[in-house]
């Protein structure tokens, strides 16, 4: 009997933390060197978290210059995983120019955010977050077919909204 109450008790216990899964989040490029001034904001596209790559962004055509670079995003319960699965190249060089992950939350979703070395072949040395954002800038570094980046993320318990 107290076998089963125990079984229960962990049952019914919420569990720690959270996960992305489920969550819905808008995916993002931008280029700029002050951020109300941006060179480059793409077009967002909006997704909820699930099996398999959300993202596979290719190029939408130039604005001042600038382009976006193919890249395939897969978002995983605590983990994100970027490649580039077309094309060779270099990021533009500026203060900002990478990717913004906008999931639909009002608390702070990211309680911790690294980069896994294990996964990871860019040199990746800026990535924060705030609220419900994630901003990983990869601001001149190289890109191409063996290029990867992954992200362990520690979720915060916020509700889906």
């Known amino acids: 009997m107290i076998r089963w109450l125990l079984l229960a008790a962990l ?5 720690a933390g959270g996960a992305l899964d489920g969550r819905l989040v808008t995916f993002n490029v ?3 060197d002050l951020r109300e ?3 480059l904001v793409a077009r967002g596209r909006t997704v909820t978290v ?3 790559t959300e993202f596979g962004l290719g190029p939408e055509g130039f604005t001042g210059g600038l382009d976006v670079v193919p890249v395939a995003v897969e978002i995983g319960p605590t983990r994100i995983e970027l490649s580039y699965p ?3 190249g ?3 060089g500026a203060r900002f120019n990478g990717y913004v992950l906008r999931f639909e939350t009002d608390c702070a979703l990211f309680e911790k955010v690294a980069v896994d070395p ?3 072949t860019m040199k990746v040395t800026e990535v924060w977050a705030e609220t419900g954002a994630l901003y990983i800038n990869v601001s001149g570094l ?3 077919p063996e290029a990867t980046l992954a992200l362990d993320v520690e979720v915060a318990d916020c509700p889906l909204s």
Do not use: N, S, V
Request: glycine share 24%.
């Open 11 to 15: 049952l019914a216990a919420p569990a």
């Open 30 to 32: 931008e280029t700029w």
């Open 37 to 39: 001034t941006p060179l």
């Open 50 to 52: 699930g099996q398999g």
């Open 86 to 88: 077309k094309g060779i």
């Open 90 to 92: 270099r990021f533009y």
């Open 118 to 120: 294990a996964g990871t």
């Open 142 to 144: 190289g890109y191409g």
